[in-house]
């Protein structure tokens, strides 16, 4: 059980919000490694910041802690939600700033191949959603975990041409499974191995492993994007439904990246 010693900064608070499971993880080292204290989810699309902030409290207030006992905070950066992602990101860094503790990005995708991987040879594919017919992939060589490139971003046709090259054995995961069902059942038709939806998220344990190895800085953390927004990609559309033209709106745009 955690001392309430409120002097002691020890603890290390770990954040998933890429998808529609916000996740939060507490731990600490100790000797004999990684402890986890505890754990909160809730399947809250687009909402992390109600249930975030009053959760990590609460999660602290059960051993008798407060932020001011958090030494360091990690958050998964993406791929994911462009509102999940930004509305994490923004809680994390707030109250990382009000407690003056360094902050650390979480690459999404190898936190869900960590658990599988072991279990499995030849090539894991995590396939998380993007939007209608698009995905996230990355893949993986088993039983290592080992990345085989960057995650990219993928319209399914695409993707599933892509994966049926694969010649040895291959398994996929993730939520670009469940939400396309008839990409999955396309993968499954070529030999691809489907993982159970339970693989779809990673443990609070893995989350608060990989925020444990990070490397923490007193930097913002960057979100990982690897797609245009919707509403970059709609700009034109909205541009003239605002009566703007859209080249002017393109420029603006171009003019504010800079």
């Known amino acids: 059980m955690t001392s309430a010693d409120s002097s002691r ?18 731990g600490r080292t100790e000797r004999d490694g990684v402890h986890l204290l505890a754990s909160r989810e809730w399947t809250v699309p687009g909402q992390s910041v109600r249930y975030l902030v009053p959760g990590i409290s609460e999660m602290l207030a059960d051993f ?22 930004r509305l994490a990101l923004a ?27 072991p279990l499995l040879n030849g090539t894991l594919h995590v396939l998380t959603y993007a939007r209608r017919n698009h995905v996230y992939l990355q893949s993986f060589s088993c039983p290592n975990a080992a990345s ?37 059942d396309a993968l499954a038709d070529k030999g691809i191995r489907i993982l159970l939806p339970h693989w779809d998220a990673p443990t609070p344990e ?12 007193n930097t913002p953390i960057d979100p990982l994007y690897i797609r245009v927004s919707d509403a970059e990609e709609n700009l034109p559309f909205i541009a003239k439904k605002r009566g703007i033209d859209p080249e002017e709106a393109q420029r603006r745009l171009d003019e504010y990246r800079k």
Do not use: W
Request: glycine share 10%; aromatic share 4%.
């Open 148 to 184: 085989l490139g960057p995650a990219t971003a993928l319209k399914t046709d695409a993707a599933l041409t892509l994966l049926e090259t694969d010649s040895g054995p291959a398994s996929a995961l993730g939520s670009g499974l469940a939400k396309h069902p008839d990409f999955r």
């Open 64 to 85: 008798g802690a407060a932020m001011n006992r958090v030494a360091r905070m990690a958050c998964t950066r993406g791929p994911g939600s462009f509102t999940g992602l």
């Open 206 to 217: 893995i989350l608060l492993e990989a925020a444990m190895s990070a490397d923490f800085s």
């Open 91 to 117: 809680a994390v860094q707030g109250l990382a700033a009000g407690q003056s503790v360094p902050l650390a990005g979480l690459d999404y995708m190898p936190l869900l191949a960590k658990a599988p991987a």
């Open 9 to 26: 900064k020890d603890l290390v608070l770990a954040v998933n919000g890429c998808e529609e499971r916000l996740q939060v993880a507490l």
